[in-house]
């Protein structure tokens, strides 16, 4: 309860003033590369409308979201019971080293990016967030 609180109130305030300092950029600029740079996650993660779960789990609303709670999804025992809500920080951790975050998850990537690159990352995953895709049956 005490994550979700912390997750909530870092979604409604201070986290978007902290990603600010984290990445300088203009807000639209940082969605655009995080965009692009999200090419690199696609292989196994989709987002929007209608996104699936793949190799990895569907990542709409990821920012706020319970971590290991996309439904029918077959998370590792680690990320299952990580406990936590992701929020900007966790999340550019995780994308940088998932395994620094989540001891022992099944994300075998390697992203070597930058804490800038993460951040621009998880402004773009924001963006991705109304979309309530996620609980549409599989067929
Ligand atoms: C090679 C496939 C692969 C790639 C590429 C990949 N991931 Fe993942 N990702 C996974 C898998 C598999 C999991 C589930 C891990 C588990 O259950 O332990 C996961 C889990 C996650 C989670 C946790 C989701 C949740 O519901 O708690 C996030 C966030 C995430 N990935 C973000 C990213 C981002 C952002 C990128 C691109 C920078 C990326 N991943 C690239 C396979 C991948």
């Known amino acids: 309860m005490r994550a979700l609180i912390i997750g ?35 292989n196994c993660h989709e987002v929007g409308a209608g996104a699936r779960n793949g190799f990895g789990p ?9 971590a290991g709670s996309a439904p029918a999804y077959a998370y590792s025992p680690a990320l299952k019971q990580a406990g936590f809500v992701w929020n900007e920080q966790k999340l550019v951790a995780f994308i940088r080293d998932s395994e620094k975050v989540v001891p022992g998850n099944k994300m075998r990537f390697l992203s070597f990016m930058s804490e800038k690159q993460a951040a621009e990352i998880v402004a773009y995953l924001r ?13």
């Open 8 to 42: 909530v109130a870092l979604l409604l305030g201070p986290g978007v003033e902290a990603l600010a300092a984290l990445a300088p950029a203009p807000a639209q600029a940082q969605v655009d590369a995080g965009r692009r740079l999200f090419a690199r996650c696609t």
């Open 58 to 66: 569907q990542l709409n609303g990821i920012v706020g979201r319970k």
């Open 127 to 139: 963006t991705q967030g109304a979309v309530a895709a996620s609980a549409a049956p599989k067929r």
